[in-house]
Nanobody
């Protein structure tokens, strides 16, 4: 069955970096666009970034442009989210998602705090 497993979250100080990974299995991930969403406490889930199946097209939320980079390794069925210059407002659970579907990972917690 379809599985998306995120890893790489944790506690980091403001200005720090984290690299999230999403391992996809049970489907042909290389044929599908993928995305990362996040949900902060008391807020709705929001799109952070998406990447086309080839990896050549990416889009980002305005709040993370220039700080976050989405990428993928289709040979290994992995999707990444490199997060730099992290801010306290980036604190959220981050979810891997198959674009335009209802398939989600279980989420990984990112906490930015001093």
């Amino acid at each position: 069955q379809v599985q998306l497993v995120e890893s790489g979250g944790g506690l980091v100080q403001p200005g720090g970096s984290l690299n999230l990974s999403c391992a996809a299995s049970g489907f042909a991930s290389s044929n599908l666009a993928m995305s990362w969403y996040r949900q902060a406490p008391g807020k709705e889930r929001e799109l952070v970034a998406m990447i086309s199946s080839s990896g050549f097209v990416t889009n980002y939320a305005d709040s993370v442009k220039g700080r976050f980079t989405i990428s993928r390794d289709n040979a290994e069925a992995l999707v990444f989210l490199q997060m730099n210059s992290l801010k306290p407002e980036d604190t959220a659970v981050y979810y891997c998602h198959i674009w335009t579907t209802n398939y989600w990972g279980q989420g990984t917690q990112v906490t930015v705090s001093s």
